[in-house]
């Protein structure tokens, strides 16, 4: 029996390894629909690189080809790979479009046979790979938006033939080949493509010179980084004067065109980067000059909407009650037309995820919003710009949306984090055009207006900013869409419909442990600022000195630090610096050792030292000490650098040496000196107090009277004995 099980055993595992032919020309692995779901971890990376044509039109060429990168990121040989490309049906709703987004489409109706590469792969080695189809193969008869799958299958070692890597994308089709050709619809939708041009904040808050964080921002402003390649895409896509550049509006952060400004502005020396407690020039002056003038180039005469500044977290300010800072943020939005000289568009916000709450908007006042559609409501309906419903006598009444397209937005970025950065490689923008497409002509049927919004801080190769514009200029030049600016989109008339805040909109928000710290820091400044006034001669302002903490704190509450709890709170404690080195500027001079009293009413001598280029009013309160009696001064006004002597009235009862703490603060109690913290003073008295002096004079009083009891008393007794 024994014998038996040991032969079975050795021909079961010659079966096993017996390797079966299989002949690439005919092998035809069906690719399974991708169902929902999370999919699982596939054993290699494709990075595609090449789609010709990116958008298929009717005099283009009848196939498409898709080329990449393959990598083995698995640890087991790949072998038997081949490749093919597969499309399914026509995208015919906003739901099919956002589940092909998602990889959740079916794409198993091409008949197109897979290819081998020819190579194996061992772990971490890599392949070109590249195929190329006809479209009749792919069953793409018309026009419409396909979703295509780049499909790659092999088998690993002790594995069996799967799919090892895969890569999806929406491909736009307006016409094809010897075939139909989508007609410009009767009511084209009305279009405009934002073009953000954004960043985080880096400018550390001061009086005196141009400090950042880093210089990360030269470095994006030189040629091949982010920002430039933004200018760039439009400088050669969009020139004044095209259809495309009346459909662009370029949305602009008014903190960012100031820090380049200031970086540009040799003047008064080169800007410097903070590098530990001390500071380092910064590079990227030059750069800095010729970004501003080709930023300039490119919007003059052309749609600009600015940016609360440093794209500030307007809800999160409300709800915190930081309504002054809300409002200089939307104010501040002002400079990017005195700095670029140019005519922004007026009364316009974009709040940060799309959406903002009726609070937020009370403060701000009527306005004309870019919202997502689920920021009102029955916003699945809203296509066209829509009134506001409000109250006749509120300060929001009047208020109007202009709705951003929501479908295109989750094609673009909708998976950009909550900073809403995202990074982009070849082909990424692929989906945005197919969804460009889908939405031209759903829109086309009955009007609309489509607005196209990307992530706020979007990262992408030039070469991918400028497919997406060619794709838009496509469109507008197949008049399937018509240009329209942003001041052109708000509605004079339409529907009205009521505001809503989504839930997960509150998550989203700047931490309030951020905003909890920024309103300590906003109400010690307004304290300061409140005690401070103009000396009239050198000129300077109490504004000017707590006008960078304002700036600072509302960088802090930049969009910028969503999600980024560690990097908010960084920029709070910049501003925190700056507010504990303006109150240590006036403090009270330590004395070099104790204070000797001769009598016990000598007044104690006290020096105040002012730093500030302003004048000051402050107090100065004592501890209670056992021993010593001092009185609080008030209302005491110091002089714009300068030192103020004081004598503190005291009472000394009793003598030897005495503590005392006095504390500085301003007229409404804020502490100042370094840290905020009281000033230790040691007094040394030998002086007697006058409890001490009455007592002491009373006892020696009785000292004598007991002598002279005594004397007398010795007396008469002596005048007794001699009698006897």
């Known amino acids: 029996m024994k014998r038996l099980f040991a032969v079975a055993a050795v021909v079961a595992c010659t079966v096993l390894t017996v390797p079966v032919p299989v002949r690439a020309e005919t092998y035809d692995v069906r ?51 081949m490749v093919r490309l597969q499309a399914g049906s026509p995208l015919t709703s906003e739901d099919k479009v956002n589940e092909a987004v998602a990889g959740e489409a079916a794409t198993d109706r091409a008949d197109s046979k897979f290819t081998r590469i020819g190579t194996d792969l061992d772990p971490g080695q890599s392949a070109q790979v590249r195929v190329e189809v006809p479209l009749s193969v792919l069953q793409i008869t018309g026009p419409g938006v396909y979703p295509v799958l780049f499909n790659v299958n092999g088998t690993p070692d002790f594995g069996k033939q799967a799919r090892i890597a895969s890569r999806g994308f929406l491909l736009p089709v307006t016409g ?21 041009i954004v960043d985080q904040p880096v400018r550390v808050p001061g009086s005196g010179g141009t400090v950042l964080t880093n210089d990360d921002l030269a470095r994006s402003l030189t040629t091949g980084g982010r920002l430039s390649e933004l200018v760039s895409a439009v400088e050669q896509t969009a020139p004044s004067g095209s259809a495309l550049a009346g459909s662009l509006c370029l949305v602009i952060d008014p903190d960012l065109v100031q820090t380049v400004t200031a970086m540009a502005d040799t003047s008064n020396g080169v800007y410097r980067i903070r590098s530990g407690n001390s500071t380092v020039e910064g590079s990227g002056s030059t750069a800095a000059q010729k970004w501003l003038e080709r ?5 003059r005469g052309r749609c600009v909407l600015a940016l609360p500044f440093a794209d500030a977290d307007l809800v999160a300010l409300s709800k915190a009650g930081l309504t002054d800072l809300e409002k200089l943020a939307v104010d501040r939005s002002k400079a990017v037309a005195e700095l670029l000289q140019i005519q922004t568009v007026g009364d316009m916000v974009w709040p940060l995820g799309g959406v903002i709450d009726e609070r937020t908007l009370a403060d701000l006042g009527r306005r004309t919003l870019l919202l997502e559609p689920r920021g009102v409501q029955d916003g699945r309906t809203v296509t066209s710009p829509v009134k506001l419903a409000a109250a006749a006598d509120s300060s929001a009444a009047g208020s109007s949306v202009v709705p951003i397209d929501p479908v295109v937005r989750n094609a673009i970025g909708g998976t950009a984090p909550l900073s809403g950065a995202a990074s982009y490689g070849p082909l990424d923008l692929q989906n945005g055009m197919g969804a460009l497409l889908y939405r031209a002509t759903a829109l086309g049927k009955n009007g609309g207006s489509l607005v196209v919004a990307p992530p706020r801080r979007w990262k992408a190769p030039v070469g991918e900013l400028t497919a997406f514009l060619q794709s838009m200029q496509h469109l507008l030049g197949g008049k399937l869409v018509t240009p329209r600016g942003l001041n052109e989109q708000v509605a004079n008339g339409g529907r009205t419909v009521g505001l809503t805040y989504p839930v997960d909109a509150t998550g989203a928000e700047i931490s309030p442990s951020i905003t909890g710290d920024l309103r300590a820091m906003r109400d010690r400044s307004r304290d300061l600022l409140s005690a401070m ?15 960078p903490l304002d700036l600072g704190m509302v960088r802090a509450a930049s969009g910028a630090w969503r999600g980024n709890n560690s990097a908010g709170g960084a920029a709070a404690s910049l501003v925190g610096d700056q507010l504990e080195y303006l109150v240590s500027q006036v403090r009270i001079v330590q004395p070099p050792g104790p204070y000797y009293l001769a009598s016990s009413d000598s007044p104690l001598p006290l020096t105040i030292s002012n730093k500030l280029p302003v004048v000051i009013k402050v107090r100065v309160t004592f501890s209670s000490t056992q021993g010593l009696r001092t009185s609080d001064v008030n209302d005491l ?5 300068s030192n103020l002597p004081i004598r503190v009235p005291t009472e000394i009862t009793r003598g030897g040496q005495f503590s005392v703490d006095a504390l500085l603060q301003t007229i409404n109690g804020t502490p100042l000196g370094r840290g905020g913290e009281a000033n230790r003073i040691t007094l040394i008295s030998t002086a007697y107090g006058t409890i001490t002096l009455g007592i002491t004079v009373t006892a020696g009083a009785a000292l004598v009277l007991l002598v002279a009891r005594r004397l007398i008393r010795r007396l008469r007794s002596g005048k007794q004995d001699s009698a006897a």
């Not at 999919?39 to 044509?53: F, G, N, R, Y």
């Not at 009511?187 to 953000?196: E, F, G, H, K, R």
């Not at 006004?637 to 650098?641: C, F, M, R, S």
């Open 31 to 81: 690719a399974q629909p991708v169902t929902s779901g999370p999919a699982p971890a596939q054993p290699a990376t494709l990075e595609l690189d090449t789609l010709q044509p990116r958008v298929i039109t009717g005099d283009g060429d009848n196939k498409l080809v898709a080329a990449g990168k393959l990598t083995n990121t698995g640890d087991r040989k790949l072998s038997d790979v």
């Open 176 to 196: 094809v080949p010897g075939g139909p050709v989508l007609a410009s619809p009767p009511n084209a939708a009305a279009t405009t493509v934002l073009w953000p």
């Open 295 to 299: 930023l300039k180039g490119i919007a």
């Open 533 to 547: 006034s103009s000396d009239g001669v050198k000129g300077t302002s109490p504004a000017s000195l707590i006008e």
């Open 637 to 641: 006004t110091i002089g714009a650098n």
